[in-house]
């Protein structure tokens, strides 16, 4: 199993401003993968980073509004850039693992304000 | 598009009772599917996984079923206890993909 550790663990930030998640695995994985979880919805992907390539985005989000960074096989942040009340959300990160499922880290609870 | 749903309402019962949960989806044929456990202020464990191949798996008090015709899987609490409170998630995906489509999760409360 995957230990994974997320920080902040969660954060109250001001309209227009930028927050970085960190998300830190206790063991090297290739593949590391960023979800949003808005109040009473499922979790959505937002995207999936490789190690050594840009990440990839799915439908809806992008790379100015969420960079993402995967300096090596253990470790990545997300950033949620110029930030509104819309952007509220739990945002988890998780890597895989053939036939158990993924891990997730606790999450970040962020309330823009 | 692509839709799963869960039961919205939440699920109450009694404790030593079995909970069913359903998922049901949609336009999508995944390869396997997953439930996860998640608490308040927690992400979600996973609990089991079945593939399209499988009809039932069990492990411990849970079961899961799954019902590619139907589109349809239902997870099975045994015995349950108020420690089983939470809310449970299905998610699917495609073979050789680890890109999850997640439902938007059952809360249950088992009462003591």
């Known amino acids: 199993s995957a230990v994974i550790s997320q920080k902040p663990s969660r954060d109250i930030c001001q309209r227009g401003t930028s927050l970085t998640i960190q998300c830190q695995v206790d063991?090297?994985?290739?593949?590391m993968f960023w979800y949003r979880q808005q109040p009473g919805q499922s979790l959505t992907l937002i995207a999936t980073a490789n190690q050594g390539s840009e990440a990839t985005y799915e439908s809806g989000f992008v790379i100015d509004k969420f960079p993402i960074s995967r300096p090596n096989l253990t470790f990545s942040t997300l950033t949620v850039s110029n930030m509104s009340p819309e952007d509220s959300s739990i945002y988890l990160c998780?890597?895989?693992?053939?036939?158990?499922?993924?891990?997730f880290g606790q999450g970040t609870r962020l309330t823009v304000v | 598009s692509q839709k799963i749903e869960q039961n919205s309402e939440a699920l109450n019962i009694q404790e030593g009772k079995t909970a069913t949960l359903t998922c049901n989806y949609t336009?999508?044929?995944?390869?396997?599917l997953q439930w996860y456990r998640q608490d308040p202020g927690r992400g979600p464990v996973f609990l089991l996984l079945i593939r399209e191949n499988e009809k039932e798996k069990r492990k411990e008090r849970l079961k899961v079923t799954f019902d590619t015709t139907l589109k349809q899987s239902l997870f099975h609490i045994t015995a349950s206890q108020p420690a089983d409170s939470a809310t449970y998630l299905c998610?699917?995906?495609?073979?050789?993909?680890?890109?999850?489509?997640f439902g938007t999760g059952t809360r249950l409360k088992v009462l003591a």
């Open positions: 998610a699917l995906a495609r073979s050789g993909t680890y890109k999850y489509i």
């Open positions: 998780s890597v895989e693992s053939r036939d158990r499922g993924a891990f």
């Open positions: 063991s090297q994985v290739t593949m």
């Open positions: 336009n999508y044929s995944p390869a396997y």
